[in-house]
């Protein structure tokens, strides 16, 4: 039997803490995935459902976006990627007796993991203006409520469509061909709040938003750097094909602020060695650089590549690739002044590494031929987290290592078809030949103008210029920087309207007038006019594969995305000329469409009915051929940048707990980190807890700074003593975004600097009981 969902919120008074664990999974990790799905699940549905996550006849998992293998094991999946397929297929139901139970109010004042865990949403909710319940509503009547606001609006830019990376790829290319008839390119997404700073440094250096790299490169690979990321948690998957890579030869080193367990040694719960042996180490190197380092770090490394080439017992091009250079790269003398006169004596305040780490890694790299480098939030949320991959990416050309098999950049993406969002065409900034294509195909003409990403969105709502917020997922308010400005610009809405599978944070943080619309989820049949559809998604290296659910709906009152966004546009364009009834009834005519405006998506139906799917073209990797605006790869020479921390103050990071997928809390623990029954922790160095006068146990506030005077207050949280970098700290999110300000973003792609917030911790009492 499954369990029933905490009717008391679980609080928080002191956390149980003990050393962090240096191996991941393992026996630990099969049990605990276990307990949570028989838990939401139940026993028999467990097996069931679980068995199908990631398989060819199966569907996709709805956490992480890391790819499936050519060859399936029986458990494809990951104790995280259990924990979100027990999460969507729970048997827990929010009914409307329950929302008549729980006014605004009191469910304001609830933890995300408590509204989390009531269950799945069953039916369309409406809450009116001046009301204090949501009541439900007919799905006919949800629609009209919306398109009254809609059409009520001085213009189309007054409305916001955000847009989750759960989205299928169906229901993303729907979703902005809605927005862009009813005429706005406002269509921010979580790719805004992530990867954009990839994006952005891939698209001027090589041409192309995305990964070069295939999974079987990483089998080829001679040297794989994991930079900020943590693989162990937040793509437990990955840690697999590491560790096939590390037995074909790969040396891996790790380039982070905190020891991860997940990179120092990995139990493999699928092979009898990983569950009763001591696993695999997995990491040769570890560097534990200073927040923001990265690119003075790569700055380092092809410093001194350029000068081992230039050493007068260096054949010429024994250590850079001229060939490749000369034939494919533009910018190299530009660069390489930029980088001969970097000061090492800059690096160390930068990276906080001896010089005899770095020269460590120097001579790995010097001995392999194939170089993957793989990063994720460590290196895209800071200030100048795009200098910094345009630096990644410069190493990689210094010697060639994109478009060749076993090398290139790997940015390894969150939620499951974030991507794949992207690709459809969820994006603020559309290219003119992706509306021209739209155009041709459907006879009308889309806005040019650009629109609003997440942060811009936010202020456009604190400032009165948007009055309806539309959300095809997530969570937004509990996803978004600088928490109690997005909340009140939220407030400011005249509706706020939610696609949602459970309920969470933004749902109680509503406009004057808020709507929460249920949808189905991935694990669930979807039944329409033409019979059973499926979906697909795009995972992070660019591969097209089909996603078929095969449970019975939580409610027979939910309807799928494509059905959503196609009795929505029929709402607001009732005069349209797309074949919007047509789109609910038959996902192959999305697809036919798809087929048409997407490049690469050519006999989509009859490719992505093979099983695995396929892969899309990508220039770089096929072809060594660069889509930039010089037709090369372009080299950068930006200025060295990293963070400059007063004295007496700290440098945080907010990240993500082993309990957790992006908001979604699946539990209080952190296993991996020796944090147990609490999320309000701080981890920092003893000797930095030391300056400020707190030992290990006692609590305090986090104080950011931002550089305008102002400051943000996070309370009550129990100091850790961890290994950090000296001046370090690290501590988990949704609770510490109130501490990044809207304004402290990355350069060029607007994304949330999260990962270099500014603190001072000043002593408090022990709380008595903050909820969670």
Same mark, same amino acid.
């Given at each position: 039997m499954a369990g029933k969902a905490p009717a008391g919120d679980p609080v928080q008074d002191a956390p149980e803490v003990s050393a962090p664990q240096h191996a991941a999974a393992g026996l630990p990790a099969v049990g605990h995935s276990l307990r949570i799905a028989q838990q939401q699940m139940g026993v028999r549905r467990t097996a069931l459902t679980l068995l199908k996550v990631n398989q060819k006849d199966g569907f996709d998992c709805p956490g992480c976006a890391w790819p499936e293998p050519g060859h399936r094991h029986t458990a494809e999946f990951c104790e995280n990627g259990a924990k979100a397929v027990a999460e969507e297929a729970t048997l827990r139901r929010v009914t409307p007796e329950f929302f008549a139970g729980h006014s605004v109010a009191d469910l304001s004042g609830r933890s995300g993991y408590w509204l989390g865990q009531q269950g799945r949403l069953t039916q369309p909710m409406y809450l009116p203006e001046g009301a204090d319940h949501y009541e439900p509503v007919p799905w006919e009547r949800a629609f009209e409520i919306v398109a009254d606001e809609l059409t009520a609006l001085s213009g189309p830019d007054e409305a916001v469509f955000y847009t989750s990376g759960r989205t299928s790829n169906e229901a993303a290319f729907l979703y902005q061909l809605f927005a862009r008839e009813f005429g706005?390119?406002?269509?921010?997404? &979580?790719?805004?709040? &992530?990867?954009?700073?990839?994006?952005?440094?891939?698209?001027?250096? !090589? +041409?192309? @938003?995305?990964?070069?790299?295939?999974?079987?490169?990483?089998?080829?690979?001679?040297?794989? $750097?994991?930079?900020?990321?943590?693989?162990?948690?937040?793509?437990?998957r990955m840690l697999s094909a590491l560790e096939k890579a590390k037995a074909a030869g790969a040396r891996i080193v790790s380039v982070n602020p905190l020891p991860e367990a997940g990179l120092q040694r990995f139990k493999n719960p699928q092979t009898p060695k990983g569950l009763a042996g001591g696993g695999t180490a997995l990491a040769d190197l570890f560097l534990q650089i200073r927040l923001g380092g990265d690119q003075a770090l790569f700055r380092a490394l092809n410093k001194a590549l350029l000068e081992a080439e230039d050493a007068k017992d260096t054949e010429p091009g024994t250590v850079l690739d001229h060939a490749f250079i000369d034939g494919h790269t533009h910018g190299f003398e530009e660069f390489a002044a930029a980088a001969r006169a970097t000061d090492a004596a800059e690096v160390a305040r930068a990276t906080g590494l001896p010089q005899s780490d770095i020269d460590a890694l120097l001579a790995m790299v010097l001995e392999a031929k194939s170089v993957i480098v &793989?990063?994720?939030?460590?290196?895209?949320?800071?200030?100048?987290?795009?200098?910094? $991959?345009?630096?990644?990416?410069? *190493?990689?050309?210094?010697?060639?290592? !994109?478009?060749?098999? +076993?090398? @290139?950049? &790997?940015?390894?993406? @969150?939620?499951?078809?974030?991507?794949?969002?992207?690709?459809? +065409? $969820?994006?603020?900034?559309?290219?003119?030949? *992706?509306?021209?294509?739209?155009?041709?195909?459907f006879g009308f003409a889309p806005p040019r103008e650009h629109g609003l990403d997440t942060v811009d969105s936010i202020r456009a709502l604190r400032d009165g210029r948007a009055k309806v917020f539309f959300a095809m997922g997530g969570? *937004?308010?509990?996803?978004?920087?600088?928490?109690?400005?997005?909340?009140?610009?939220?407030?400011?809405?005249?509706?706020?309207? =939610?696609?949602?599978?459970?309920l969470n944070?933004?749902?109680?943080?509503?406009?004057a007038r808020a709507l929460i619309l249920p949808t189905l989820g991935r694990?669930?049949?979807?039944?329409?006019?033409?019979?059973?559809q499926f979906v697909t998604v795009e995972d992070s290296m660019g591969m097209v594969h089909a996603s078929r659910g095969g449970?019975?709906?939580?409610?027979?009152?939910?309807?799928?995305?494509p059905a959503i966004i196609s009795r929505l546009a029929r709402a607001v364009l009732p005069h349209s000329g797309v074949d919007w009834q047509g789109f609910e009834a038959d996902y192959d005519r999305i697809r036919d469409h798809i087929s048409r405006v997407i490049p690469g998506f050519d006999d989509f139906n009859t490719k992505v009915r093979r099983p695995g799917g396929f892969t899309l073209p990508n220039a770089p990797r096929d072809s060594r051929s660069f889509p930039t605006a010089t037709g090369r790869a372009n080299f950068s020479a930006d200025a060295l940048?990293?963070? =400059?921390?007063?004295? @007496?103050?700290?440098?945080?990071q907010t990240l993500r707990s082993h309990d957790q997928y992006n908001t979604t809390i699946y539990g209080l623990d952190d296993r991996y980190r020796g944090i147990k029954n609490g999320r309000r922790v701080v981890l920092?160095?003893?000797?930095?807890?030391?300056?400020? +006068?707190?030992?290990?146990?006692?609590?305090a506030d986090l104080v950011g700074e931002w550089t305008d005077g102002s400051e943000r207050r996070a309370e009550g949280f129990r100091v850790v003593h961890y290994p950090t970098p000296r001046g370090c700290a690290a501590a988990y999110y949704p609770e510490t975004n109130v501490l990044v300000p809207l304004d402290h973003t990355a350069d060029t792609s607007n994304t949330p600097a999260s990962k270099s917030v500014v603190i001072r911790l000043e002593a408090t009492t022990t709380p008595p009981g903050a909820p969670q």
């Open positions: 706005t390119n406002n269509l921010p997404d &979580c790719s805004n709040m &992530c990867h954009e700073s990839s994006g952005s440094a891939l698209v001027d250096t !090589i +041409g192309i @938003g995305k990964g070069s790299v295939l999974l079987e490169d990483l089998y080829r690979a001679d040297l794989i $750097i994991v930079a900020g990321q943590n693989p162990g948690t937040n793509h437990p &793989c990063w994720a939030m460590g290196l895209t949320q800071h200030k100048h987290s795009v200098p910094t $991959i345009k630096e990644v990416v410069n *190493f990689l050309l210094l010697r060639g290592n !994109i478009g060749r098999p +076993g090398a @290139g950049v &790997c940015p390894v993406r @969150g939620h499951s078809n974030v991507q794949g969002d992207r690709t459809m +065409g $969820i994006y603020e900034k559309p290219a003119p030949a *992706f509306l021209d294509a739209l155009e041709k195909e969570n *937004f308010v509990a996803a978004s920087p600088d928490t109690d400005v997005t909340e009140a610009a939220m407030r400011r809405a005249r509706l706020t309207v =939610h696609v949602s599978t459970k944070r933004s749902h109680v943080v509503t406009g694990t669930e049949k979807d039944l329409q006019a033409a019979g059973e449970l019975r709906p939580a409610s027979p009152l939910l309807l799928s995305e940048e990293y963070p =400059h921390v007063p004295e @007496g103050r700290l440098l945080l920092v160095h003893p000797e930095d807890a030391a300056a400020h +006068g707190l030992a290990d146990g006692d609590y």
